[in-house]
């Protein structure tokens, strides 16, 4: 069993920074691949970034490319979004998901346990 927490989440104003945090508990989180989500109201909630297990591979939705980067501290049990040059339309809450097998999925149903999520609020 994984138990995710997500934090981190704020308001900023567009152009900002914030940088959100999963941790997980259970030893056998380094073995899972990892993703981030996020949902804004009245639509699905969509793939955001992922990372394997090994950290060595990473994947972002094209609208967050060249600005968001996760990464993850296996030590820590922790897996971070850093979301740079944040525009109106990240406003969401967004989600940490965690997969057995060690690769990340774009699909949400592919994932296994999920935090309760963290919002985030970009104004113009």
């Known amino acids: 069993q994984v138990q995710l927490v997500e934090s981190g989440g704020g308001s900023v104003q567009a152009g900002g920074s914030l940088r959100l945090s999963c941790a997980a508990s259970?030893?056998?989180?380094?073995?899972?691949?990892v993703a981030w989500f996020r949902q804004a109201p009245g639509k699905e909630r969509e793939f955001v970034a992922g990372?394997?297990?090994?950290?060595?591979?990473?994947a972002y939705d094209d609208s967050v490319k060249g600005r968001f980067h996760i990464s993850r501290d296996s030590a820590k049990n922790t897996v971070f979004l850093q979301m740079n040059s944040l525009k109106p339309e990240d406003t969401a809450v967004y989600y940490c998901?965690?997969?057995?097998?060690?690769?990340?999925?774009?699909?949400?149903?592919?994932?296994?346990?999920w935090g309760q999520g963290t919002q985030v609020t970009v104004s113009s």
């Open positions: 259970g030893s056998t989180f380094p073995s899972y691949g």
């Open positions: 990372i394997a297990s090994s950290g060595a591979a990473t």
């Open positions: 998901a965690a997969g057995m097998g060690g690769v990340y999925y774009r699909a949400r149903e592919m994932y296994d346990y």
